[in-house]
């Protein structure tokens, strides 16, 4: 069921696609990493999941990299990145999409140093979905959701 009713949700099961594979783009070429995989194919941190395996936030990536997700959303629409990342001093901005957007107990208030969830749109999603992401901060989950924030005029 859902984690919004409060019950556990089962493997397999998440709201969110998990990427298929990572690329680190190092010496001029993009190259696949599972170490990078490894970090971003965490599901949600977050009760009701109680999966203390993909708690850790230890494991991480950083810098240029590639994420191809296999998997699609019937009706397509504009998708969004679920990150967790760690702030340092400011508002971490990806290179190719813009400003993250930070979640949880804390967004809103000052800025506090360490991991928080945060939204990344990454634009119009297709299969196979292909996007860059270029932060200069760590990053211990990335999963693509499909957006449904509101524009300005009504438009969906």
């Not at 679920?82 to 930070?102: M, S, W, Y």
Request: charged share 20%; aromatic share 6%.
């Amino acid at each position: 069921m859902s984690p919004l009713m409060g019950e556990a949700l089962r493997r397999g099961q998440a709201p969110w696609l998990r990427p298929a594979k990572v690329e680190v783009f190092r010496d001029g070429v993009w190259r696949p990493s599972a170490s990078a995989l490894k970090a971003l194919d965490k599901r949600i941190s977050y009760p009701p999941t109680r999966w203390p395996e993909e708690l850790d936030d230890r494991t991480n990536a950083s810098g240029r990299l590639r994420l191809t997700f296999t998997d699609s959303f019937p009706g397509g629409g504009e998708g969004v990145l679920v990150l967790r990342v760690r702030v340092r001093r400011d508002v971490p901005v990806c290179a190719v999409h813009g400003p993250v957007t930070l979640l949880g107990h804390h967004a809103g208030q000052p800025l506090a140093r360490g991991w928080h969830p945060a939204l990344l749109p990454v634009g119009p999603l297709a299969v196979p979905f292909i996007t860059e992401l270029r932060l200069d901060v760590p990053v211990s989950r990335a999963l693509l959701g499909r957006s449904s924030l509101a524009l300005p005029g009504g438009f969906p």
